[in-house]
């Protein structure tokens, strides 16, 4: 089947030493062909996960397959898999073929097979007659193309790229950015890619693993990512958030800053402290009577597609605000919103945690109708 799981990892724990654990029991698929995004701030366990499927250290709890086989303990160059690294670890004495050659080389192939190999992956790469050009005469977008090549060349099930765009700069790594995800519609080939950058994780997935502390916190589409975080962390990691503390009177119906809204969620406890989330982007400027709050504006900043302003309320909760209107500093303006605008979270609730109350909500609601 074309999207069958191709890497599964089942409760993998990794610690060093007496150290605490880098990972803590985590559990995912891989389907087959899609592009991931491992993301989260530094220090989280993306890059031990990308380490861990690669081969290059082994779990200390739990186990990972490929292809439903367990390959704890099956050597690095044993595995379908290949990495693109941060700093593409290129070998500067050899010039772009024999780069790309390298591993078909170790492999011992006929000469013909390895010339026609190489030209095959420089032109899905857009390197065609780079083939004698020399590793320090490359900018950096063209080194990573070389780096891509190399990883293709051998005909992996997965290709790892740990944060090989970090190195570049803004508008060259935006080109990247769109390159490497039609070079992977093209491939077929799955991709795991790891970055700390939300906008780029937005932008290039198919499905993103928000890690923190060593645990995925929450997966799913970028669509779903943004717009029904599962928690704090992850509302306030991805994109910007208006968060404040609210209470769940009943379905459908919220109280944050001392008024009652509409809203769309459900499946909370009466009374139910919780907490809500606004974009910036969905709060409208408007008059102080059409607002649903009242705020003053503290400072305007524009941003070339539109203006980040920071307004507070009467309680003294900070409102951020992108809109394509001026606000004069100092003015009180009105904010208007959508239910749909307004997204409740539970108190630190686990994706496990949502998953299940969802399940017995719809559960109950069937047997209710």
């Known amino acids: 089947m074309a999207n069958q799981s191709i890497i599964q990892f089942k409760n ?25 995004t491992l993301l989260g701030p530094s220090g989280c366990g993306k890059t031990t996960i990308l380490r861990l499927i690669a081969g290059f250290t082994q779990p200390s709890e739990g186990d990972i397959f490929f292809n439903g086989e367990k390959i704890n303990h099956v050597p690095a160059n044993k595995r379908q898999v290949n990495t693109v690294f941060q700093d593409y670890a290129l070998f500067p004495h050899l010039n ?33 007659g780079y083939e004698t050009r020399e590793i320090r005469e490359m900018s950096g977008g063209q ?7 190399r990883a293709i060349v051998n005909e992996p ?6 944060e090989p765009l970090s190195a570049l700069d803004l508008k060259l790594r935006t080109e990247m950015q769109y390159e490497l ?19 780029e994780a937005l932008a290039m997935s198919d499905e993103i693993f928000v890690l923190n502390e060593g645990k995925i916190q929450q997966s799913g589409s970028p669509t779903d990512i943004y717009d029904e975080p599962i928690n704090r962390f992850v509302a306030d990691f991805i994109g910007e958030s208006n968060i404040v503390s609210g209470k769940m009177i009943h379905d459908y119906l919220v109280e944050i800053v001392g008024r009652q809204f509409d809203c769309v969620d459900k499946g909370f406890n009466p009374n139910e402290l919780v907490e809500v989330v606004i974009r910036p982007e969905d709060l409208e ?13 503290d400072s305007q900043l524009f941003r070339g597609v539109h203006y980040e302003i920071s307004c507070y309320d009467q309680n003294g909760n900070e409102w951020l605000v992108h809109s394509t ?45």
């Open 96 to 128: 772009v073929f024999e780069n790309v050659a390298f591993g078909l080389r170790i492999k011992k192939l006929k000469k013909e097979t390895i010339e026609a190999k190489v030209k095959e992956a420089l032109s899905f790469v857009n390197l065609d």
């Open 181 to 199: 995800r039609e070079l992977q519609r093209r491939l077929g080939i799955t991709f795991i890619f790891v970055t700390h950058d939300q906008e």
């Open 143 to 149: 080194r990573q193309r070389v780096a891509i090549a």
């Open 325 to 369: 209107k001026k606000a004069a500093v100092g003015d009180e303006i009105g904010l208007y919103f959508e239910p749909e605008a307004i997204h409740v979270m539970r108190f630190g609730e686990t994706e496990e945690e949502f998953d299940k109350r969802l399940e017995a909500y719809t559960a109950g609601d069937g047997h209710g109708e």
């Open 157 to 162: 099930e997965v290709i790892l790229l740990d």
């Open 285 to 297: 400027i408007t008059s102080v009577e059409r607002g649903k709050l009242i705020v003053r504006v």
């Open 12 to 36: 993998v724990t990794k610690q060093y030493d007496s150290d605490p654990p880098v990972l803590k029991s985590v559990n995912f698929a891989i389907e087959r062909g899609k592009f991931y």
